[in-house]
């Protein structure tokens, strides 16, 4: 039997367009695996972890995840935030005082009363660096978008201080910056002593810098097994403490996104506490101690060389021992500590001329 010329054709132009078709079809499936490999190979080779789990989670509110996250800031506090963000620059670059996060905790009570001292003194130093975290909006004469009202409860017990610290993290977290370093809304802070310390570090390596309170660990039961101490040592908030970027990298799994209020409510110790404990403890980093940091839980009369120093801090029957303004004029003694070591500042002519800082 004879099949005609156009019979063949059809037949070859169908077995053609049938081939092609298959063809096609592999082609696609095997491209899409291979993405899908890729991306997932690229993930392990990049560091990129799944979730992790976050089951404990649950026990807190949604009004204290809310609060806790970085995700509590407001879209034009992040506008504003991405425009303080540093340069980009070489990782061997020396650091500059715009690669330095500085977090004040305070509280709305205590504005009028503590932070005026700071943005009287040290601040301007570091105007564009320190953002204030606190739990209630206010006209304070800081940059748009650096005052940050965390949500969190105003009390001073350890949820509402692990709840601030948390926002602190997710922040510096979301600027990019090379060191985070924490404050008390009492503590001052010598700016130019602190870059200086900083730019004898990496902040490509894992820095853990601040001072302890305690002598020795501070020791916690371990809850799966109450006969069984924890030891771990933590830098006090109250005389300040510096992270570089690199550690709190690793710090992630246990504070990002509200996980740092899981582990504060893990061991039940307030902020500072649950920083050392992820630190030391959980990633088995060192603190470094740094001396010249300061807390009022130290005899601060008993401080020398004062120009060498980093922070100071107060309280009513514990202050630095220097001369200068009246007590009436100075009670804290840091509007004198800041005018000796930066004479030429603006406050120091208003109190020299005999006024009280209102």
Known sequence: ???????????????????F??????????????????????????????????????????????????????????????????????????????????????????????LKLLLDTWIP???????????????????????????????????????????????????????????????????PGLLKLLQSYNHTDDWYLGRPSLRHPIEVMKRSNPEQKIAFWFATGGAGFCISRSLALKMMPHASGGRFMTTSDMIRLPDDCTVGFIINNLLQKELTVIDRFHSHLEALFLIHNLKEQLTFSYSDNNIVHIDGFSKNQDPTRLYSLHCMLFPTADICDTLRKGHTVA
Not at 1 to 19: D, E, G, H, N, P
Request: net charge positive; glycine share 4%.
């Open 21 to 114: 078709s298959i063809i096609l079809y592999f082609h696609d499936n095997f491209e899409k695996s291979f993405k899908t490999q890729g991306q997932s190979f690229g993930q392990k080779q990049h560091g990129v972890v799944g979730p992790v789990d976050q089951h404990s989670d649950t026990e807190l509110s949604r009004k204290q995840r809310n609060a806790m996250s970085v995700e509590t800031i407001k879209d034009d506090e992040k506008e504003k935030t991405h425009k303080v963000l540093p340069r980009l620059k070489s990782k061997n670059s020396t650091t500059e005082i715009d690669d330095i996060f500085i977090a004040v905790k305070a509280t709305k009570k205590y504005h009028n009363r503590r």
């Open 125 to 191: 130093q570091a105007r564009e660096e320190t953002y204030i975290f606190t739990d209630g909006d206010d006209k304070l004469d800081v940059p748009d978008g650096h005052l940050i009202n965390t949500n969190c409860s105003n009390t001073h017990n350890r949820i509402a201080l692990s709840c601030k610290m948390a926002v602190e993290y997710d922040f510096f977290m979301f600027t990019g910056k090379r060191w985070f370093c924490h404050l008390d809304d009492d503590t001052y802070l010598n700016v």
């Open 1 to 19: 039997m004879r099949i005609s010329l156009r019979k063949c054709v059809k037949i070859a132009i169908c077995l053609f367009i049938s081939v």
